[in-house]
């Protein structure tokens, strides 16, 4: 299998949150993403992402899941879904 490296650049084009009551620091997230992603492989290099994510945090720790689609410069597409689980703790930097 070919070897080659890269990296993505985005920004969120629409976001939404949710402040649920049920329980202390819970957060429903609603999120576009889109940037170019720059790969060695040629292929991939310039490709443009966009991803459409979900995510159900509780003290920003919690289910992620979301869909992406690349258009690459031929016309080609790939899609797919990214799940996932954030364990992301933090402190707040006031009670």
């Given at each position: ?13 629409l976001q939404t949150t949710i402040i649920a009551s049920d329980v202390p620091d819970h ?27 979900f995510a159900d945090l509780v003290s920003g720790s919690g289910l992620q899941r979301g ?29």
């Amino acid at each position: 299998m070919p070897e080659f490296s890269g990296s993505f650049s985005g920004r969120a084009t629409l976001q939404t949150t949710i402040i649920a009551s049920d329980v202390p620091d819970h957060q429903l997230n609603l999120a576009e993403i889109r940037g170019l992603q720059k790969s060695s492989d040629e292929k991939w290099n310039n490709a443009q992402l966009t991803y459409w994510g979900f995510a159900d945090l509780v003290s920003g720790s919690g289910l992620q899941r979301g869909h992406f689609v690349n258009e690459h410069a031929d016309g080609d597409r790939h899609l797919g879904y990214v799940r996932g689980q954030s364990n992301h703790r933090w402190q707040r930097d006031h009670p």
